[in-house]
């Protein structure tokens, strides 16, 4: 039953909540009994059966669509219908259509989407044979073989691989956003199964481990095999989503499928977005139905009046229904006015925003300077709903890795024995920029140079050939120092795998400068040094992590000769340095402070020659720490500070983690227009913070950047607090929250606060997981919002979403998040809007986005030019679209004082059901999609036209009430006038032409010219379209109405058509064209008054601008491309270490090479090697280490 129900698209809940997975390897009937998720996944909403019935049913959970429902049943009862059904039938059937066919669409891609995935293959060990089977197929407790550069299919168990030590490599890229290979870990009691098949599907492991969740970081759980159990953690578990790299095949057990995975666990939950315009039409929609009730309400209290104190009169002629009374009748007038007056709600208006909306995204996904040439990529805007909302934001939050930097790492700077190489300086000794046509340094002298390496100061190539023994210790360190594994697949052809991208670009300059890191063993690192083969002995690693902040290796080389390479930030460096260093620090410390101030990530070099005797006692000593049971960490540490002391600077290395083009002016730009950038990375502080400063998002003239970094949540707290005193010391401890609504619930926003001068924050994951706590989430969201720039460091893909939850829910803004990983997917999915980045790190967050486009500096483009557009042009819809419609409405409310309140319709029938469909349908069309107040470059050159949109300006419930108090002005004008004029006239023949027919048709008529002409007066853009469509619809207008007023008609359909000679009888008469011009006069000139003050004595932004444009003569030239200025600057980012363990106990346990492999096949060919595309040009930024919840 339940997978029937599950069938029709119906979600069955489980009964009990999983505490706890059992499961047991190839046994499929026991994992059966307890109902686990298979590995099938689901994202589409509907099915062959579901579609109809649940988007009508969606569809008609939409209050207008529901409102016209009600009235096509009332226009089906005789004795209270006033107009015809199809007056209501055909723009509902319309509606309705366009969203299901767009529904319908949207669907088909998901079943297409899904399919692909469910329908992917892999190898399943079932009976004990390996079968092809579908991912949807696969169960719990199946062990399945997966094979290189393949997709993980589900949460798996390692159990063997064909790698030494069961290791096997894998990108997280999907996953985490980390672009660096991982390595995973079978047990040894699992491992010994190999290949085995028959071994293999003997295997009959129980496993208990945590139920499904959405931790990447954390697995608990046990393995038990023959009576032994074993633990198992997130060393040895490989989740769906990652992709097996560098390893033949291996082996897994399925421990959690499809939904349960901890892909689909962080994919979060898919949010019904709507735009704030959305949410006020809903609150304008319920007024107007009041209003609606309270105009019905008066017409039929007058229509009581009038039958009790006139009715009587008429009865000899309009004899009335049997038991009808003047109540009953004011009863059924009141649902009749219901009819008549509907229009004020108009049905056509949510297919004209429709329309709208589809045509503005069209223009984004056609801006061809949204077109990124080199990757293919166009915009895209894969949402059609929110396009005004663009014109809106307050708020961006923004990943870093792949968002604002390009993934790419380059061995950019470089200090030797006091000397800065890197920089290309002209003849006079001024710096020059480097682009692509700057010449390049000539490595062919080096046979093992990497070709795609490049570097551009020619004085670095000339020391290390010229033998300098400073220049070459240096490279030699890099060559040494390091955990990079090679693989040489045919001689000379090189490839590095690094554990972290910035160790790549390092080994890789040493490389390229004659120092070529070849080959490794557990024991000895082989290098060529200029053209040499040299092996040095490596007789220990003291390896990386989070507290040391640096690595060593201790090497013999061939000459006997002890020396301990270092590298690390340069502050630890600096600590543990020689005193005689002191001169060469403080250079050393100069150029590092330039290297920071370009945003470059920067590392500190030197070396100690060592004692032979002192080492050898040394290494005793490092034995028993490393055999240690207690502290084992902590007395390695103790033992490594013994010999990493008194040490000589070699130098330091600059590698640059490459922005965007045009980032920082694109968020000076985003800056000027008043909206806030929040950075959201998984990156560790001082990289995120040297990339502020990079971007533009930090600057050195700010007052103050806080760093908010403690560890308990009282010291968050008081950091917290004491940042926002120094910004605003008058700023009381509660936060100032909006004032309750009208409803009396109270108001979560919390308004804005006045800050003097610009601020920037700093907070790192840890701090940020405290801050976000209930009692602390205010003071948090208080003090960031008065910082110009806030950047979030080591934030995990949970922490992100909840940072924009926290702005969403209590600040009265737009957001919008952009990021192009897995790990921002949620954040993604939070904000009001999504952006995706077609960038390094798969697609999962463009398929999870809103827009995406390939680079962040369209980001600029999409918001002050399309979104400002968009937002322009749906406040005039909006505006003209309630003003023509309550001015034909109010019409007929006056006219109901002329027909006893009988509910008479003042226009023809016909007109009534066209006005919205044909005659003012295209040509506001034509206004919401071609208007513009300025060009996209004035757009560019004045930001500031940006902020009415953030502060809702042009449509808002002000903005409303004035439409409203205009509509009633031109319906009385429209009305009285057109009343006044056809009074007791006659015509020139002296026949009368006062009649009811004459007058319809002029009123119409007057109504039609008059919207027209104010549709002419809100058009700041003339196209040929747009006069296209305002004559054609006039056109149209004449030729419909003299063709349904002709004789033909009436003698074809006599009941449908019966204004027969009306429309020629009355508009050869001058008098009534002298009307029509009349009324269009008093219609227009308090607009035109009104707008003639305002821009003298209070012009607004656009006005200014407007004004300027008019008395420029030529269009602005593009904004110039900025140098970017030398800044030099105390703060700098630290090398980019993977936050990990490092791998130096792997490298020197012995185990994890091979033997010498005789002929080994290649795996892959070198085009699709991850590593073999690793250049120094193609590393790609990681987030370094486990992120913390």
Known sequence: MGSLLSACGINVKKKKVEEERHLRANDREFNLSFMYADNAIK??????????????????????????????????IPQISSLSWFTTVVPLLLVLSITLAKDLSDDITRHKNDNHVN??????LIDGELKSEKWMNVQVGDIIKLENNEFVTADLLLLSSSEPLNLIYIETAELDGETNLKVKQALTITGDLGNDIQRLAAFNGEMRCEPPNNRLDKFTGTLTVGGETFAVDNDRILLRGCTLRNTEWCFGLVVFGGPDTKLMQNSGKSIFKRTSIDHLMNVLVIFIFGFLAFMCTILSIGNGIWEYQEGNSFIAFLPRDNGTNAALSAFLTFWSYVIILNTVVPISLYVSVEILRLGNSYFIDWDRKMYHVKSDTPAQARTTTLNEELGQIKYIFSDKTGTLTQNIMTFNRCSINGKSYGEVVDFAGQRVEVTEKTEKVDFSWNSLADPKFSFHDHKLVEAVKLGSPEVQAFFRLLALCHTVMPEEKTEGELFYQAQSPDEGALVTAARNFGFVFRSRTPETISVVEMGVPITYELLAVLDFNNVRKRMSVIVRNPEGKLTLYCKGADTIIYERLHPSASKLTEVTTEHLNEYAGEGLRTLALAYKDLDEDKFEEWRKRHHEASTALDDREGKLDAIYEELEKDMLLLGASAVEDKLQDGVPQTIEQLAKADIKIWVLTGDKQETAENIGYACNMLREEMKEIFIVAANTAEEVREELVNARKKMSPESGDEPPMEKSTFLGKKSQVVEDEKVNGEYGLVINGHSLAFALQKDMELELLRTACMCQAVICCRVTPLQKAQVVELVKKHKKAVTLAIGDGANDVSMIKTAHIGVGISGQEGMQAVLSSDFSFAQFRYLQRLLLVHGRWSYLRMCKFLRYFFYKNFTFTFVHFWYGFFCGFSAQTVYDEWYITLYNLVYTALPVIGLSLFDQDVNDRWSFQHPQLYAPGQLNQYFSKKAFARILLHSCYSSLILFFVPWAAMCDTVRDDGKDIADYQSFALLAQTCLLIAVSVQLGLDTYYWTA????FLWGSLSVYFAVTFTMYSNGMYLIFTSSFPFIGTARNSLNQPNAWLTILLTTILCSLPVV????????????????VR????????????????F???RISTRRSGYAFSHARGYGDLVTSGRFLRIPVKTRPT???????????????????????????
Do not use: C, M, W
């Open 43 to 76: 994202t589409s909403k509907y099915n062959v059966f579901t579609f109809l019935p649940l988007n009508l049913f969606e569809q008609f959970q939409r209050l207008a669509n529901a409102y016209f429902v009600f009235l096509l049943i009332l226009q089906l």
């Open 119 to 124: 329908n992917r293959k892999v190898e399943v």
């Open 1025 to 1028: 379209v747009n006069q296209f």
């Open 1089 to 1104: 008054a009104k707008r003639f003050l305002f821009i003298q004595l209070k012009p607004t932004i656009n006005d200014k």
């Open 1107 to 1122: 004004h300027k444009v008019r008395q420029a003569k030529a269009v602005p030239p593009p904004l110039p491309r900025k």
């Open 1124 to 1126: 970017p200025r030398r």
């Open 1163 to 1189: 795996l892959f060919p070198q085009s699709e090697t991850p590593v073999a595309d690793s250049t120094p040009q193609t590393y790609r930024t990681i987030f370094e280490g486990a992120q913390s919840p």
